[in-house]
């Protein structure tokens, strides 16, 4: 079992920045591809950023390409989500998710991930 703890979000202005921490323990694995999913209120959970762990190759939702960057230390066992210019749209819960096949694509799909964090809150207000 891998469990999954995100830290970092909060109440923010339109503009700022935010660091959204996951970090990793149980049966990690430095091969599993992670990412990043947000759900906002009346709305489904939506794929925001993924990366690889046999490369750290990444992957973005157009909506943050650019504003958004996804690294991992797999020293900690932990993903980092920085969001840049945040914008009141992305106000959402944010959860972490470990894809554990190790496949070269990441996957957009939520099903496809097998552990998921508690997630974290952001608000960007205007």
């Known amino acids: 079992q891998v469990q999954l703890v995100e830290s970092g979000g909060g109440l923010v202005q339109a503009g700022d920045s935010l660091r959204l921490s996951c970090a990793a323990s149980g049966s990690t694995d430095s091969t599993y591809t992670m990412a990043w999913f947000r759900q906002a209120p009346g709305k489904e959970r939506e794929f925001v950023a993924g990366?690889?762990?046999?490369?750290?190759?990444?992957y973005y939702a157009d909506a943050v390409q650019g504003r958004f960057a996804v690294s991992r230390d797999n020293a900690k066992n932990t993903v980092y989500l920085q969001m840049n210019s945040l914008k009141p749209e992305d106000t959402a819960n944010y959860y972490c998710?470990?894809?554990?096949?190790?496949?070269?694509?990441?996957?957009?799909?939520?099903?496809?991930?097998?552990?998921w964090g508690q997630g974290t809150q952001v608000t960007v207000s205007s």
């Open positions: 990366i690889r762990g046999i490369d750290a190759g990444t």
């Open positions: 998710a470990a894809d554990p096949t190790g496949d070269s694509f990441i996957t957009t799909a939520a099903h496809m991930y097998k552990y």
